[in-house]
């Protein structure tokens, strides 16, 4: 039996438009003196402005709407994601959305507290909730728990997105499909790729590609880009990650400890704060792609992906996994505006 036979059995509620474009970035290479760089635009996935949560959704609500759920609860970062594209995805299937947003971010300001995401989860008619503390997913997800607990006893029958390791990562299901709609556009397109650069934060993104590259027999190397915990960290977690798809998948894990490439070069000063690198990154691709990218997620990657590119064979090529994250962006206006050259 294939090592993914079990993949198309899981559960799974179409959100995301796929596949997503893989483009060139000839002027960022050129600029560089790079190899050939490209693009592959998962912040086209639509569901509110689109990003690699999507993909991730699909399976979540697939398990969601298999257990016969009318409320989805999920917990994150005050400018999350993920919690935006969960409202977008309960408000297309009919059911409600509890957020519930953590202090991942000290001393932001208001244009954080209130633009952004958060005025899209507002939009989108989300129950919000507020968790005091930004790195505790154990306490997060028992919060989550307590709602939910509440919930119950109103009649209604919720679902639990959970954030800490120790839950079957449904979510990176979508990107081990990811793999192989990658696969299938770089042989149709005749595109070389020796490297992928791709943030890694829940790890959720990573492992899944990771582990569906292996399983489909490709050797390109896949570089994960620190944005929320250091690298060693983040190497434990992606190695449990790993784990946790192939006992998912009830099959053995494609995935060797060297196949596991991270790096948190450009990942100071921490979660969610800018640095040069990556105004450098969301600069650059701007004005010479015409590419948006935001401060907390795909600047950070880029400017792994830049570093790597300047340290890297002009030969080799490297292709950029966009996650999204636009509407962060906003958040961060005044800022960007600030470090902006004329
Ligand atoms: C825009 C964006 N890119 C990348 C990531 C990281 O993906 P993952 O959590 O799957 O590692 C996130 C996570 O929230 C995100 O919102």
Redesign the pocket.
């Known amino acids: 039996m294939s090592t993914l036979a079990k993949l198309h059995t899981i559960p799974r509620t179409p959100l995301a438009h796929t596949p997503t474009p893989i483009e060139p970035l000839p002027n960022l290479g050129k600029y560089l003196g790079s190899g050939v760089l490209y693009v592959k635009r998962d912040d086209c996935t639509g569901l509110a402005l689109g990003?690699?949560?999507a993909r991730?959704l699909e399976y979540y609500f697939g398990d969601a709407l298999e257990q016969g759920a009318d409320t989805i609860l999920i917990t994150?970062a005050v400018q999350?994601?993920?919690v935006r594209m969960a409202a977008a995805g309960a408000a297309k299937l009919g059911l409600t959305c509890h957020i519930q947003l953590e202090e991942r971010v000290a001393d932001a300001g208001a244009e954080y507290r209130e633009s952004g995401n958060v005025l899209l989860d507002r939009i989108l008619g989300a129950v919000m909730h507020t968790y005091p503390k930004g790195e505790d997913e154990a306490g997060a997800d028992a919060n989550l728990q307590a709602i939910a607990a509440e919930l119950r006893g109103s009649g209604k029958k919720p679902y639990i997105i959970p954030l800490a390791p120790g839950h079957p990562p449904l979510?990176a299901l979508g990107y081990v499909c990811a793999a192989a709609e990658i696969l299938d556009q770089l042989a149709d397109a005749h595109y070389q790729i020796d490297e992928i650069v791709v943030?890694?934060?829940?790890?959720?993104?990573?492992a899944g590609l990771l582990f569906g590259l292996r399983a489909l027999d490709s050797d390109i190397t896949v570089t994960g880009a620190c944005?929320r915990r250091d690298r060693e960290a983040q190497l434990a977690r992606i190695t449990t990650r790993c784990q946790e798809i192939a006992a998912l998948l009830e099959t053995e894990s494609p995935v060797q400890r060297q196949d596991i490439q991270l790096t948190d070069d450009t990942f100071a000063p921490g979660y969610g704060h800018l640095n040069d690198a990556t105004h450098e990154a969301i600069d650059l691709s701007a004005r010479l792609e015409g590419l948006l990218l935001?401060p907390v997620?795909?600047g950070k990657s880029m400017a792994a992906c830049i570093q790597r590119a300047r340290e890297s064979d002009p030969s080799k090529s490297i292709l950029f996994i966009h996650?999204?994250?636009t509407p962060g962006v906003f958040a961060y206006g005044r800022q960007l505006l600030s470090l902006q050259k004329q």
Do not use: E, L
């Open positions: 990003g690699n949560k991730q994150g999350s994601n993920f979510g943030a890694s934060g829940s790890g959720n993104t990573h944005v935001d997620y795909t996650t999204g994250g």
